[in-house]
T-cell receptor
């Protein structure tokens, strides 16, 4: 069974600084998809970034980028120039092929210090 | 694009009553919708997967007679909590998927907070 591990329950970052959130996963599949979702206090889940496992290039979305290490089964999220609005719970998620479901990690609470 | 709505956003009901939560995809047709439950500061727990026009597939441990799911159209799925009890109080989130291809992405609704007195 696929598992997603987020070992850090909480992290804090100074505004304008960079922070990296870690995520590891376990799978026997060779083709899959990885996601980072953000859940702010409003509880609305927002897709931050997506990575296809077959792509070697790390996905980037503005201030958000990932470090995808397929051999190590690691998928960390880097937030650059942190803003107060980045404060939220972040979930790493895994999805295998078609018709499969998302498997979420336990999440990490990120706080941003002004 | 890819907006999912839920209604109501918050509901309080008495123990023993039933509550219906609606999930709509506003600007796309969703072949598959998912229902999750989330406790405070915890991850999302998948309850069931519903495909339009067919019976929902429930995760292990989820009572299908208690949590009735109907996916009558490509834009609407409903979750009915029957004979609700205080332990059913939780945050319920739906998500919708456009198609079953490998590149699809799930879009989430804003959630419904259910409080059973």
């Amino acid at each position: 069974a696929q598992t997603v591990t987020q070992s850090q329950p909480e992290m804090s970052v100074q505004e304008a600084e960079t922070v990296t959130l870690s995520c590891t996963y376990d799978t026997s599949e060779s083709d899959y998809y990885l996601f980072w979702y953000k859940q702010p206090p409003s509880r609305q889940m927002i897709l931050v970034i997506r990575q296809e496992a077959y792509k070697q290039q790390n996905a980037t979305e503005n201030r958000f980028s990932v470090n995808f290490q397929k051999a190590a089964k690691s998928f960390s999220l880097k937030i650059s120039d942190s803003q107060l609005g980045d404060a939220a719970m972040y979930f790493c998620a895994y999805k295998a092929g078609a018709n499969s479901k998302l498997t979420f990690g336990k999440g990490i609470t990120l706080s941003v210090r002004p | 694009g890819a907006v999912v709505s839920q209604h109501p956003s918050r509901v309080i009901c008495k123990s023993g009553t039933s509550v219906k939560i609606e999930c709509r995809s506003l600007d796309f047709q969703a072949t598959t919708m998912f229902w999750y439950r989330q406790f405070p500061k915890k991850s999302l727990m998948l309850m069931a997967t519903s495909n339009e026009g067919s019976k929902a597939t429930y995760e292990q441990g989820v009572e299908k007679d208690k949590f009735l799911i109907n996916h009558a159209s490509l834009t609407l799925s409903t979750l009915t909590v029957t004979s609700a009890h205080p332990e059913d109080s939780s945050f319920y989130i739906c998500s919708a998927r456009v198609d079953a291809t490998s590149t699809d992405t799930q879009y989430f609704g804003p959630g419904t907070r259910l409080t059973v007195l």
